[in-house]
């Protein structure tokens, strides 16, 4: 007996096993999805601030216990902030969540480190030497474990994506290209470039922008300005705009005037001495009109085929965090998810029973699949008539 259509379709539609999901990485996540993806969240500034700067000061402290290189702690910072943009902060503790970043950026950089030697070294640094203990410890077996389960979450709110990128580098090359003072200038632009990571701006910005930031902002402060950076000289070289790096400078900024004590470089200078050079760069961006974040796109918000008005967006068509658009079906329909368990979610609410998120870093080839699939899965329908004939009633 063959089953019948209804049978062996889902609820949406599609016949058989469901074509899966496919999610793209997305080396660059600009400022209005950053917004989208805490108001998502639900979390306020101040209360996002305050859990992302400890986070970051969690991983420095233990990367310098551990005397782990800069890069290491650059990659478990955009590992930090990504996993904080799908998972709310309910979730976890953010000690634990910067644990397992760094954990994972071990890895990644090759700068191997079980989870029970970064938990012991978080251990003795709220302790007194008297009380150190070793990684051996069974008080680390539990939290060991955890630390495992959140590093498989890291990797799934990254993509998988192991791509990093290192501004100190070229930073270094640049400040002996214009020929900056290495004790002054070059010192500060170095130490601006990990507070940099206090900020979203490397989730941004590409390399080459976060390092010229850093190197003109550390002229300004020493008083040893380079004009070419200012005049923005050579930019397209570097593959990059005075705009960008305009907003990688004010991002610094904002953290060395609100944040100022929990940077390196921010407690060097007089806080009078930022709002200065804050004051020259919004000029220069007024003049030039800048704009305040680069790559935003505004949104239009339709309600029943007419624009909303006073504000008013329409919940359904909404874009969040958890249901981007950027990630599609392997059947060419806009799949909803960052994470395999915000999938798993999406999947319930679309009244799907199966499916499997999948990970890839070439759109192209996330293209190819969607349209061969895509094949396989349309719906093909003919009308056609038939005339019949009407039996004589009798009588």
Known sequence: MAFAQSDIATENGHVGPHPSYIQLAKPYIFEQKLQECMAATGVTEAKEDNIRLQGVAWIDSLRKALHLPVRTFNTACVYYHRFRLVHVDTEYGFMDAATAALFTACKIEDTLKKSREILCAAYNQKVTSAEHVSQDDP????PSKAIVGLERLMLEASGFDYRSRYPQKLLLKLSKYYHLDRDTVGKTAYNMSLDLYRTFAPLKQTTSTM???CVELAGRLDEQNVQELEAGKGFKKWRTSRA???????????LYTHHRTQTTVGQEYPIETFIAIRITLNQEASANDYPRYTNSVKKRSLINGNKAANGTKDNKSATSPLSPQDTLASDGKSSVTLSPEAAAGARVRAGLKEGTV???????RARDEKKIVAEYFK?????????????KRRG
Do not use: K, Q, S, W
């Not at 008080?139 to 539990?142: A, E, G, I, T, V």
């Not at 960008?244 to 904002?254: I, K, Q, R």
């Open 379 to 391: 719906v093909e329908e003919e009308e056609y008539e038939v005339e019949v004939e009407r039996e």
């Open 211 to 213: 390092a010229i930031a």
């Open 244 to 254: 960008e790096v305009m907003e990688t400078l004010l991002d610094l900024l904002d």
């Open 358 to 364: 999948r990970f890839m870093l070439d759109p192209e």
């Open 139 to 142: 008080m680390f077996d539990n």
